[in-house]
């Protein structure tokens, strides 16, 4: 449970800490594989749907870190889980179609990776619903 002064949490919960510790590191393989995708193309457009998770990826990076350390309202983690949720499965769309039939490791790695944050964050969409909407007011009038 989060840590809670008032309406305000004071920090996440245990459970939010390490599953958005998960979702770093995975972007942050996903980040350094796809780099080296595109550092190796030769002077040739790598590809949009290298781009588009180069910079799902970085982007998952940076606002993940900043949420390592701040205390943040529950509502708005729900909002900033369900947009990264979302923007995650465009992106495992993009490595299943590109690296499900290919020979490569390091393709398939960033599929895994792609596959491990796009599950972690719908859980933490589902987990942050709960737990904005579970301490909600609740009435016992009977309608």
Known sequence: MARRTGDRVAGLSPL??????????SAVIVMGIVSYFISTANGYYPGDQLV?????????????LAAFFLGTYHGYIL???????????????FTTIT??????DLGKTVEAFSYIAFFLLFFNVVYSWHLAYRAGPRTTAHV
């Open 16 to 25: 939010f800490m390490a599953t958005n510790l998960l979702i770093w590191i």
């Open 52 to 64: 588009y998770l180069e910079v799902i990826s970085v982007l998952t990076v940076a606002f993940f």
């Open 79 to 93: 909002l900033f889980n369900l947009i990264f949720s979302y923007l995650w499965l465009v992106a495992v769309v």
């Open 99 to 104: 690296y499900t039939h290919s020979s490569s």
